[in-house]
């Protein structure tokens, strides 16, 4: 337990990992979310498919 004269570094240290996570690289890949979605709905249709025509 921490006195009341003791300074808490975590929020300080946690900082760090909040700029890092919300900076955007220019480099990573971008994908529109709508395509993200229609490419999961026509896979999940596929695989449906898949199991009809299994049995």
């Given at each position: 337990?921490?006195?009341?004269?003791e300074n808490n570094p975590g929020l300080?240290?946690?900082?760090?990992?909040?700029?890092?996570?919300?900076?955007?690289?220019?480099?990573?890949?971008q994908m529109d979310p709508k395509s993200?979605?229609?490419?999961?709905?026509?896979?999940?249709?596929?695989?449906?498919?898949?199991?009809?025509?299994?049995?």
């Open positions: 337990m921490s006195g009341r004269g300080m240290s946690s900082a760090g990992l909040v700029r890092y996570f919300d900076a955007e690289d220019s480099k990573a890949p993200i979605m229609a490419f999961s709905v026509l896979f999940g249709v596929f695989i449906q498919l898949l199991n009809v025509l299994a049995l």
